[in-house]
């Protein structure tokens, strides 16, 4: 009877281990399904643009022109305001959702300023054909628009400026190209800082747009701002300290009351922004 008994409790055991060990391993299929469904989908979740049919005017006034950059398997949109005596050029890298049609709104203040103001749409955004396939074109497609409006501007302050995404792109060019002046606003010191921070459980090494925004600062040997807003619950303003920690030499500007979408609208934001490109 007591052989009877511990055999159907050894049995009893060894069912539950298996069944533990099916739901672990279901589990972890499940856990691999989501990651590879990320490494597929990471354009679609990090990407959010806005067409615009070929036939879209433009109407930001007479010294804003339409033109274009023409890169690998794609033409880049660009818009360039154009002064008659500019004290320089801002080329504007803008955020992951949207097209110039939203972002180049900011253009008045620009003119006030007496800064002309080159600003590209990256590939499917507003009328730039092609999609975003990898970090690397993202890169080339940068530079080759840097080129092309840098070659206008020789021996003229030359500001790069990187506002949300943007910022990881405005840095490893900036590392390339030396610029005059660096702006970051609302930067990120890596997305895979981000990504620890939102989803802890992907793994680092799954990204394929890390943006090593943290990488690239230290090597800018200009001068260099920090903007963030100080509600900015999206990209907290620890990113901006933590690239001021590596890149001593830079200068913060937390605006207190901005969150991350509205942080332009503050006036010390853009006087902060002003003095900047005035070299003050």
């Not at 080329?91 to 049609?101: K, R, T």
């Not at 074109?137 to 506002?163: H, K, N, T």
């Amino acid at each position: 009877m007591s052989g009877r008994i511990a055999g159907e409790t050894h049995g009893a055991v060894g069912s539950t281990v298996r069944r533990a060990g099916a739901a672990a391993l279901s589990g972890l299929a499940v856990y691999c399904a989501v990651l590879l469904g990320l490494w597929w989908s990471q354009e679609s979740l990090l990407f959010h643009p806005q067409p615009l049919p070929a036939s879209h005017r433009f109407d930001m006034g007479a010294d804003v022109h339409e033109t274009w950059v023409d890169v690998s398997g794609a033409r880049l949109n660009a818009l360039h305001l154009r002064l008659p005596r500019p004290d320089g050029v801002v080329f504007f890298l803008h955020g992951n959702a949207g097209n110039l049609q939203g972002w180049f709104g900011n253009a008045d203040f620009y003119r006030r300023a007496y800064f002309d103001l080159f600003m590209v749409d990256y590939r499917g955004f507003g009328k730039s054909s092609g999609r975003i396939e990898s970090q690397a074109q993202l890169e080339a497609d940068v530079l080759a628009a840097w080129q092309q409006m840098a070659a206008q501007y020789a021996g003229s302050r030359r500001v790069i400026v990187g506002q949300s995404l943007g910022t990881g792109l405005a840095a490893i060019l900036a590392a390339q190209v030396q610029p005059e002046l660096t702006v970051l606003v609302s930067p990120y010191s890596s997305m895979v800082a981000v990504a620890s921070q939102h989803h802890p459980w992907v793994p680092g090494a799954l990204l394929r747009y890390p943006l090593r925004t943290d990488r690239a600062l230290p090597q800018v040997r200009g001068p260099v701002i920090l903007l963030h807003g100080g509600r900015d619950d999206l990209l907290p303003a620890a990113h901006s300290h933590a690239l001021q920690r590596l890149a001593p030499t830079a200068r913060m500007l937390l605006v207190d009351e901005a969150g991350h979408n509205d942080i332009d609208q503050f006036p010390n934001y853009r006087d902060a922004l002003r003095a900047a490109l005035q070299g003050r």
